[in-house]
């Protein structure tokens, strides 16, 4: 099965997370980014037991679908989720990220997703080994290597994190597989460059895009720096 992912020419995908977006005025901090060409917004869901923060459910998600036709990359940090992914579903998600850490029977989680017509992604914390991934990753759609621990925006890039990128885009392509190689935490305008170049298909940003005084003008200078 050839990928669709992986070409190291063209410029990663942004997902701006709507974590670190004020709500106070969503609708147009959604709509800067959505103008500057942002093709998907990550939406980090906590619960604060599987990560130590609370963030929102399905209702809020719902709510948000009404202000954008943009993919919905909702990314399920909580325990126990194969209990609510069919909620975050209906409420307007297209991909619906789980974590390997959170379930034991992570293969019958991706089906379900599945069959419930989102894209099926998985997310690995930072101290998890690719090499546990070698019966899933023929099954999801993509993986999404954390470069922080997840629970928090605003942290540091963990500097091992491109080497572990690297060895999962190889992973990805010596299987032939069509997986989307997503990375989020702690990537701004001086390291996305470096991210893009491992490999990531994908590039989720939060404070390096919302933390700016212009997010608009962040999403452009990243895709500049990448083309220069």
């Avoid at 212009?214 to 083309?227: D, F, H, Q, T």
Wanted: with cysteine; net charge negative; glycine share 10%.
């Amino acid at each position: 099965m050839k990928s669709s992912f992986g070409d190291a020419r063209r410029c990663p995908k942004i997902a701006p997370s709507l974590l670190s977006a004020d709500f106070a005025d969503i609708r147009a901090q959604m709509a800067v980014v959505a103008e500057a060409g942002a093709d998907y917004f990550h939406i980090d869901v906590m619960d604060g037991w599987f990560v130590p923060n609370i963030t929102w459910g399905p209702k809020i998600i719902k709510d948000l679908r009404k202000l954008t036709p943009l993919t919905f990359d909702t990314h399920l940090m909580i325990v126990e989720p194969e209990k609510y992914v069919d909620e975050f579903i209906d409420a307007g998600a297209n991909i619906v990220t789980v974590h390997w850490e959170a379930t034991v029977h992570a293969h019958r989680l991706i089906q379900q997703i599945k069959s419930g017509g989102a894209r099926a992604g998985l997310a690995v914390n930072p101290a998890t080994s690719l090499s546990e991934l070698d019966q899933i990753l023929p099954y999801i759609d993509l993986l999404l290597i954390m470069s922080v621990n997840p629970g928090f925006g605003g942290q540091s890039y963990i500097p091992t994190s491109t080497a572990k990128i690297a060895a999962a885009r190889r992973m990805i392509a010596d299987g032939g597989y069509s997986v989307e190689l997503e990375v989020d935490g702690g990537v701004h305008a001086e390291n996305f460059v470096e991210v893009g170049r491992a490999g990531a298909d994908t590039i989720v940003m939060g404070a390096g895009i919302y933390g700016t005084p212009n997010p608009g003008a962040a999403i452009k200078l990243v895709r500049e720096l990448w083309a220069n």
